[in-house]
């Protein structure tokens, strides 16, 4: 109940049931494009892509765009979506190709896969049924849950 709760305040505080309609949201929809149509997997199940390899991380955090707000708007949009389709599950296929590893995990830019993981577990828990990384280097978890890279080639 007490997350409930968190969530209800999260919510009114980011404005998110105005965030569809926002207008600063649209605009790094250009900068920072995802494909949002609506896909279906075999059991008729919601499947959104997003490509990495167009977004220019570290450019954006240096410029103190704000991806807080963005990645909040993205992961209402696709469960809005998901929710209009008749499902509470999407899956999510998230192209790496030619994502500059050196580049994008600089330190300034880690605020932004923190966010990105933490806003999800905290206000969508569960909703990716399946979230997909191609054309990634190899990751796995190490004991304490976090990623750590095995090497820098691609598989």
């Known amino acids: 109940m007490f997350l409930l709760f968190k969530d209800m305040i999260w919510r009114k505080e980011g404005k998110m049931d105005e965030i569809l309609e926002d207008k600063e949201m649209l605009a790094y929809l250009k900068l920072y494009p995802s494909q949002f149509g609506v896909a279906r997997d075999k059991k008729g199940q919601s499947a959104y892509q997003a490509a990495f390899r167009e977004w220019d991380i570290?450019?954006?955090v240096l410029k103190g765009h704000d991806f807080r707000r963005f990645l909040a708007y993205s992961l209402e949009r696709m469960y809005a979506m998901t929710l209009k389709e008749g499902h509470s599950h999407f899956l999510l296929f998230v192209d790496m190709n030619q994502y500059n590893l050196r580049q994008h995990a600089c330190v300034a830019c880690l605020s932004f896969y923190v966010d990105l993981i933490t806003q999800y577990e905290k206000h969508?828990?569960?909703?990716?049924?399946?979230?997909?990384?191609?054309?990634?280097?190899k990751i796995k978890l190490n004991r304490t849950n976090t990623l750590?890279?095995?090497?820098?080639?691609?598989?």
Do not use: A, D, M, Q
Request: hydrophobic share 30%; proline share 4%.
């Open 124 to 137: 969508y828990p569960n909703t990716g049924e399946h979230i997909f990384l191609i054309n990634s280097n």
């Open 58 to 60: 570290r450019k954006g």
């Open 148 to 155: 750590e890279f095995e090497n820098l080639e691609k598989i």
